[in-house]
C-alpha cells in the first residue's frame, strides 16, 4: 500500500471514484464454493455437497429466491449491500465477551529515545512510562486533526485508490452493549476535548485541549498524565474503588444488563458520555509483573487480555498501552475498524515519535485531569465480581507463542519469482498437513478497499493445488524437481484466490449475505447449500490468519475462531518472517508450540528446496 503523491489531495477526494462491491452472480459463488470445498471432503460427500448446491440454484428453489431479495438490500444501501451485514453478523451480535474473542493487539516496536525502564517496580508509574505516553498521545491528536481537517494523504494501490471511510471510525469511537445487538457511538469530525487514560484499573478524563480547541503541549500533556496518576493514587490509598472498566471484558449481555444498571443515575450517565466521547484510550500499566517487559511473550500476554481485563476499557476502539518499562502495546475493539487500516495510523506515530521534536507553545486555560466518578450498587459489582472471574479463566486457556524466521524474508522469496504471501500460505499449509495428516479449511482475510465501504472478505487458502503440494512434499521419494511443480501449482492458484477475493468475488461474504435474507425456520430447511455438512465443515477455520506486513515495529495477534484452531497472525519483511500461533488450551488437538516448530522446520525446507532449485538452473 503506499499513500497519493503528487498534488495534495483530500483525504476523502477520491471516495466518488470508487465502485459499489458487486453482488456476485449466484452460480459464480457456487461453483467457487464448491471448488473451495473439494480438499476437505471424501468423494462421497463432494457428491452429496454438489447435489446439495444443484438443487439450491434451480430456479425453483430458495437460492435464486435470497439472491433477488439480497439485490433489492444493495439497490437500497447506500454505500454496500455487505456494510451492515457484516457489523451485525460478525460483531455487533456476537454476545460473548469480545475480549480477547474481537479485539486484537499488538506490540509494538522500543523508541531508543526512551530507554526501557529495566528497573521498574511493580505499581509505580516511571518518567519513562509518562513521557513515552505524552509524545505517543501528542502525535495520535495530530493524526485525529489532519483527518478533521480531510489532509491525511489516502491509502492508494497499484491498480487505484483505496476506501478511505474506516479512518472516520478511529478516534471518538466506541462499542456499546445493547439488548440482543451492540451499537457504535462515533463522531466524525472527532471534536472531543479529551482523551481516557487508564490507571490501576480506575478511568480518568484527561483534557489535552482548551476549550477554544488548542492542543495541550508535549509538556503538559506530561504534566496531565503525572497529576491524573497522582489523583488516582490518593483516591485509592483512601478507600477502595471498583472498577466499572472492568464490566467491558464480560459477556455482552452481563454488560448490557450492567449499563442498563448504571444508566439509572444520571451521575452515571454523564460518566459514561466522557468515556464514549473519549478521542481514545490510553492505559497506564503499574501493576503488572517488572519480567513481563523484558519478554516478548509475556508481553502480548499483558497486551491482549492484561490481569483478566484490568485496566482495559475494551470497547474503544484504539487503546494504547504503556507499561512502567516505557514498553507499548495496542489493543484494539475490531467492529469499526480492520487492523490494518488502523496499523497504517499507528506506523506512522511510531515514525513521528523517533528522534528530536520541537514542542509547540502551551495553551492557555487547560482543564485539570478528573478521575471519573461512578456510583456502584451491590447488583453491578456482583456483576464485576462474575465477569473477572469469567475473564480470567478465558484468559487462562488462551496460549499464545511467538515464531520468528531470521535466516530469510521477503526479499529471498520473491527471487523464487512468488507473492511472499501465497508463499507463507502454501507453507502454512505444507505445515497443518505435515503435522496432522489432512488439510485444514482456512480462513486468510482480504480487503476489499477498493469498494465504496470495503471490509474484508475471505481467502479459502486451503485448495487442490495446495493439498497435492502438501502430500507431495512429505513423500521422501518424489524429486525435488517435482515437488516444486506441484509448488509452483498451489502458489498459482492461491494468487488467484487473492486477486478474485480482492475483487469482490470471494465465497464467504455473498453467502452470508444470503443467509440473512432467509425469512423463515421452513425457508432455513430448504437452503439445501447451508443445511448440507460440508458448509459447517468449510466454515470451522482451523487456521485463520491474517497477513499484517510489515512486522519490524509491529507484532500482532489474535485469538483462534474454534476450539480445534489456531490464529495465525504473520508479517514478510525484507530479511525475515515473524508470526504468532495462537490456541485454546482446553483443545485436545492443538499445540501451538509444537506447530510452530512444524511450521518453522516446514519454511526451513521450503528454504533448502528453493536454494537447490536456483543452483539446478
Not at 125 to 154: C, W
Not at 403 to 430: N, R
Not at 510 to 516: K, S
Request: overall charge neutral; aromatic content about 8%.
Amino acid at each position: 500500500m503506499t499513500y497519493a503523491a503528487g498534488a495534495r489531495l483530500s483525504t476523502f477526494a477520491n471516495q466518488q471514484r470508487l465502485p459499489r462491491l458487486p453482488v456476485p452472480a449466484l452460480e459464480d459463488t457456487v461453483g467457487r464454493y464448491l471448488k473451495s470445498v473439494r480438499p476437505l471432503l471424501s468423494a462421497a460427500e463432494y457428491s452429496q455437497t454438489e447435489r446439495a448446491a444443484s438443487t439450491f440454484t434451480k430456479d425453483s428453489e430458495l437460492g435464486p429466491i435470497l439472491q433477488r431479495r439480497l439485490l433489492k438490500v444493495d439497490a437500497e444501501a447506500p454505500h454496500s449491500w455487505l456494510e451492515d451485514i457484516w457489523l451485525k453478523k460478525a460483531y455487533l451480535e456476537w454476545r460473548d465477551p469480545s475480549y480477547i474473542n474481537v479485539n486484537w493487539f499488538a506490540l509494538l516496536a522500543d523508541n531508543p529515545d526512551f530507554p526501557l525502564a529495566t528497573d521498574a517496580a511493580r505499581g509505580r508509574p516511571t518518567p519513562v512510562q509518562i513521557g513515552r505516553a505524552a509524545r505517543l498521545i501528542t502525535h495520535m491528536l495530530e493524526m485525529n486533526e489532519a483527518l478533521n481537517r480531510e489532509e491525511l494523504p489516502a491509502d492508494m494501490q497499484r491498480d487505484g485508490p483505496l476506501c478511505m471511510n474506516q479512518y472516520k471510525w478511529q478516534f471518538g469511537t466506541t462499542r456499546i452493549p445493547k439488548p440482543g445487538c451492540d451499537v457504535l457511538v462515533n463522531q466524525y469530525p472527532s471534536t472531543a476535548r479529551h482523551i481516557l487514560v487508564m490507571y490501576r484499573n480506575q478511568t480518568i478524563e484527561v483534557p489535552v485541549y482548551n476549550s477554544d480547541g488548542q492542543r495541550a503541549n508535549i509538556s503538559q500533556i506530561t504534566s496531565q498524565l503525572a497529576l491524573a496518576t497522582e489523583r488516582i493514587d490518593s483516591l485509592l490509598a483512601r478507600q477502595a474503588l471498583p472498577s466499572v472498566a472492568n464490566l467491558t471484558a464480560g459477556h455482552r449481555d452481563d454488560w448490557t444488563r450492567a449499563r442498563a444498571i448504571l444508566e439509572q443515575d444520571s451521575g452515571n450517565r454523564e460518566s459514561l458520555a466522557k468515556v464514549d466521547s473519549s478521542l481514545f484510550g490510553v492505559c497506564l500499566d503499574v501493576d503488572v509483573d517488572p519480567q513481563d517487559s523484558l519478554d516478548a511473550e509475556r508481553c502480548i500476554k499483558v497486551f491482549n487480555h492484561s490481569d483478566a481485563g484490568a485496566n482495559r476499557w475494551f470497547d474503544k476502539s484504539i487503546q494504547l498501552v504503556i507499561m512502567n518499562s516505557g514498553r507499548l502495546g495496542v489493543n484494539c475493539e475490531h467492529t469499526p475498524v480492520d487492523a490494518l487500516t488502523t496499523g497504517r495510523l499507528l506506523m506512522e506515530v511510531g515514525e513521528r515519535e523517533r528522534g528530536p521534536v520541537k514542542d509547540t507553545k502551551p495553551c492557555t486555560d487547560l482543564g485539570e485531569p478528573a478521575p471519573i466518578q461512578w456510583n456502584v450498587g451491590p447488583e453491578v459489582v456482583q456483576i464485576i465480581d462474575k465477569v473477572r472471574k469469567d475473564a480470567g479463566v478465558l484468559a487462562g486457556n488462551l496460549r499464545i507463542v511467538l515464531g520468528q524466521m531470521e535466516s530469510y524474508g521477503a526479499q529471498w522469496i520473491k527471487t523464487l519469482g512468488v507473492s511472499p504471501d501465497a508463499y507463507f500460505q502454501v507453507a502454512l499449509q505444507a505445515a497443518y498437513y505435515r503435522h496432522y495428516g489432512q488439510p485444514a479449511p482456512t480462513y486468510e482475510s482480504s480487503s476489499l478497499r477498493k469498494f465504496l465501504h470495503g471490509r474484508t472478505e475471505t481467502i479459502r487458502s486451503c485448495t487442490e493445488e495446495s493439498l497435492a503440494f502438501s502430500k507431495a512434499f512429505g513423500d521422501r521419494d518424489m524429486p525435488v524437481k517435482k515437488k516444486l511443480a506441484y509448488f509452483q501449482q498451489a502458489i498459482a492458484a492461491h494468487v488467484e484466490l487473492s486477486k478474485a477475493a480482492a475483487a469482490g468475488k470471494g465465497v464467504d461474504r455473498h453467502l452470508l449475505g444470503l443467509r440473512t435474507q432467509i425469512q423463515s425456520p421452513k425457508e432455513a430447511e430448504q437452503a439445501w447449500l447451508f443445511q448440507d455438512r460440508a458448509y459447517v465443515k468449510s466454515m470451522s477455520f482451523a487456521l485463520s490468519t491474517s497477513n499484517v506486513t510489515p512486522g519490524e515495529r509491529f507484532r500482532g495477534g489474535f485469538a483462534p475462531v474454534i476450539l480445534d484452531g489456531y490464529g495465525i497472525n504473520y508479517a514478510m519483511d525484507r530479511n525475515d518472517l515473524k508470526f504468532s500461533v495462537s490456541e485454546w488450551l482446553s483443545s485436545s488437538v492443538t499445540d501451538a508450540p509444537a506447530f510452530r516448530q512444524t511450521l518453522n522446520k516446514t519454511l526451513e525446507d521450503l528454504y533448502e528446496a528453493g536454494e537447490y532449485a536456483k543452483h539446478q538452473k
